[in-house]
């Protein structure tokens, strides 16, 4: 990275020199995992043969499994780790900006080498793996989705706990009355929104601190979802809380896809909408006239204001639609993943969500992939739970929520958020 400072000349003159600034970040980060990964082949060898199921029983297309030797495979793959985190020091010693391939690479065989050690005869499921963290990372993708547009538009969206809460319950129980999953959609993006209009309300309008309002109504959902559920849906369990669910929808030819077609292309309508979704708030987030502004209230009211926008109905149409979104993510726990509601279901996937915000740089894609992060993390726990690892069973419960503190830990010291953000707009 390179920055301009001023320098005085001989003669007195001020003129602007260039500033470079090394990035080493991420080459420690890929020196710490490969560090990690070497004591780990070193305190606990495995040997044995490592087999990857590449292929699916509903595939059109067979493809054989894929066996490699534990041990020589670890170690070979490790080499080449080593040999990418040398090229991104390098790359940092150079004053350069090391390439995303580099990372994404990294990334893969790290992941590859952990999996190979890890299942020393036993049999790692890709396809399985995948469609697994797809599943747990849909309601993460879509209560993130809602962190980037309260927070682009200048309100902290702490409450996406309990917008995915309330659009649990909302979901369960009015597709349970109905009979119609999409009736239960329509009314969890409807829950969503009552806990983002009183967010706005006391952080806009009110000028309440906007973390404090978003705990006190995530708490404030948590016992209210909680009292409903004991009160209510228990008594009435086969009436109001045995929601009719969404079922997979095949897309010919596109589902065959070996590896990827049964993970992208024969999921349940509310997975084909959080693609749609991505698509569309990121889309819209740079290419229109409402980003536009929506990133103009976040970044500089003031100025948005002298050119004629009202910063503060803005900002709260736009939390609003920020709620319904997440609200979604929460129809996902009662209209896909389980078949009723249950209390505190969530289980604070609404602050992990928050977290895939921060580590996405507040950029839709980017966050929809930090959430896709977490849920390869929890999906990647339970197989490795399954093939019995070395590892403590505790260390397991950890791995997910140690993946994202790393994640932001590693990563937000580069960037920059909204300069709006969290921050009251008063008209002078």
Request: a positive charge.
């Given at each position: ?9 001989p ?20 020196a ?6 070497a004591v ?14 590449l292929?699916?029983a509903?595939?059109a297309?067979?493809?054989?499994n894929l066996?490699?030797?534990?041990a ?8 080449l780790l ?7 020091f390098?790359?940092?010693?150079s ?7 580099l990372a ?18 036993g ?7 995948l ?14 989705l809602?962190?980037v ?41 409807i ?12 952080a806009?309008?009110?000028?309440v601190?906007?973390v404090?309002v978003?705990?006190v ?9 909680g ?16 929601p ?22 024969n ?5 084909y ?8 708030v990121?889309?819209g ?7 536009l ?6 970044e ?10 009202n ?11 920020a ?7 929460g ?12 209390k505190?279901m ?8 928050l977290?895939?915000v ?9 966050a929809?992939l ?14 490795l ?13 950890m ?8 994640a ?9 958020g909204?300069?709006?953000s ?6 002078g």
């Open positions: 990275m390179s920055a301009l400072a001023p320098t005085t000349a003669d007195g003159a001020i003129h602007l020199a260039t500033v470079k600034r090394r990035q080493l970040k991420l080459p420690i980060v890929l710490a995992v490969t560090v990690f990964l780990l082949f070193l305190a606990a060898p495995r040997s044995g043969t490592s087999t990857f199921r292929g699916d509903a595939s297309v067979a493809l054989p066996g490699v030797p534990t020589p495979t670890s170690w070979i793959t490790l080499v080593a040999a990418l985190t040398a090229w991104a390098w790359d940092a010693l004053y350069r900006r090391s390439p995303m391939w994404v690479a990294y990334s893969i065989l790290a992941v590859f080498a952990f999996l190979t050690w890890a299942a020393a005869d049999l790692v499921p890709v396809t399985g793996l469609a697994g963290a797809i599943s747990l990372s849909v309601p993460l993708v879509f209560g993130a809602g962190g547009i309260g927070e682009r538009v200048g309100v902290v969206n702490v409450a996406i706990e309990g917008q995915l809460l309330l659009g649990a319950f909302s979901a369960a129980l009015l597709s349970s009355i109905t009979g119609n999953p999409f009736v239960g959609l329509v009314g969890a993006m829950g969503g929104v009552l806990v983002a209009f009183v967010l706005a309300a006391f806009i309008k009110y000028l601190e906007q404090i978003g705990v109504l995530n708490v404030l959902v948590t016992g209210l979802t009292f409903l559920y004991g009160a209510l849906l228990v008594p009435n369990e086969d009436q109001l809380n045995s009719i669910r969404f079922t997979r929808i095949e897309i010919p030819l596109l589902s065959e896809i070996p590896i990827i077609g049964p993970v992208l292309f999921q349940t309508f509310i997975v909408l959080m693609f749609l979704t991505v698509a569309i990121a889309w987030l740079y290419r229109t006239r409402w980003g502004r929506l990133r103009a209230v976040g500089h009211p003031q100025a948005a204001d002298t050119v004629g926008i910063v503060n109905r803005l900002r709260f149409w736009n939390v609003s639609l709620g319904a979104i997440a609200g979604i993510g129809a996902y726990f009662t209209l896909v993943s389980v078949p009723q509601f249950g505190e969530t289980a604070g996937l609404g602050f992990i969500a977290a895939a921060i580590f996405g740089r507040w950029d839709p894609i980017r929809a930090a959430a896709l992060l977490f849920g390869f993390a929890t999906t990647l726990q339970n197989l739970t399954v093939l019995k690892t070395p590892i403590p069973s505790e260390f397991m419960l791995l997910p929520y140690v993946v994202t503190i790393l932001v830990a590693g990563f937000a010291g580069q960037i920059r909204p300069a709006a969290g921050k009251p707009y008063i008209k």
